[in-house]
């Protein structure tokens, strides 16, 4: 499972990594400071093939993998008790689930503050101004605030796709155009 999205169930053990994590940032007051700090390793995972495949492939040895991510955390700037939980993580061979366990623990936030995470996929990365209009317009249909997870896929040509919950809106460009396009074929 080397990239975890909101499609893509998380796993028990991704959830219970989560949830002790959770309760630990939640006694020692860094619930914020401890997302920020995954949020990191997040981008790491979305941006480098070269991180996704140091926590997912099983040919490196624990050893090996304990080794790399402490280095990678150092150069990242990740600290407390955030790199504290991904040594740990790393230590006991779960590192393949760290995208599902990051996933979980922001629900795990987005739940405690009445939140909704809405996961979007863009074409194009969006303003700060973009990313306000569009949880506006989300508040004012779910009645909850809501925090973006945006994804970029360029493949999508224009538009977004978003899912809450189980509602799913699809704007994408590529969508309007295979619609239009088994339109045309049904014509013809």
Do not use: C, W
Not at 90 to 96: I, S
Not at 104 to 126: I, P
Not at 129 to 142: C, N, R, W
């Amino acid at each position: 499972m080397p990239v975890t999205d909101a499609s893509q169930p998380v796993s028990d053990v991704a959830r219970r990594y989560a949830v002790s994590l959770f309760e630990l940032a939640e006694e020692a007051g860094s619930i914020d400071e401890t997302g920020a700090a995954l949020q990191i390793i997040e981008s790491l995972d979305q941006k480098s093939a070269d991180f996704r495949r140091l926590i997912a492939s099983p040919v490196f040895s624990a050893d090996e993998q304990s080794r790399a991510i402490v280095a990678v955390l150092d150069k990242a700037g990740v600290s407390g008790l955030a790199a504290n939980f991904v040594k740990l993580v790393a230590r006991n061979r779960r590192l393949f689930a760290l995208p599902g366990m990051i996933a979980a623990y922001k629900s795990l936030v987005a739940e405690k503050r009445g939140e909704l995470t809405a996961d979007v996929t863009v074409a194009h990365a969006l303003t700060k101004e973009q990313q306000e209009e569009l949880k506006t317009a989300l508040k004012g249909v779910t009645g909850k605030n809501v925090s973006l997870s945006l994804t970029e896929d360029a493949s999508l040509l224009g538009g977004m796709i978003v899912k809450v919950g189980a509602r799913q809106i699809d704007t994408s460009l590529r969508t309007k155009l295979s619609k239009l396009k088994l339109s045309l074929k049904e014509v013809g």
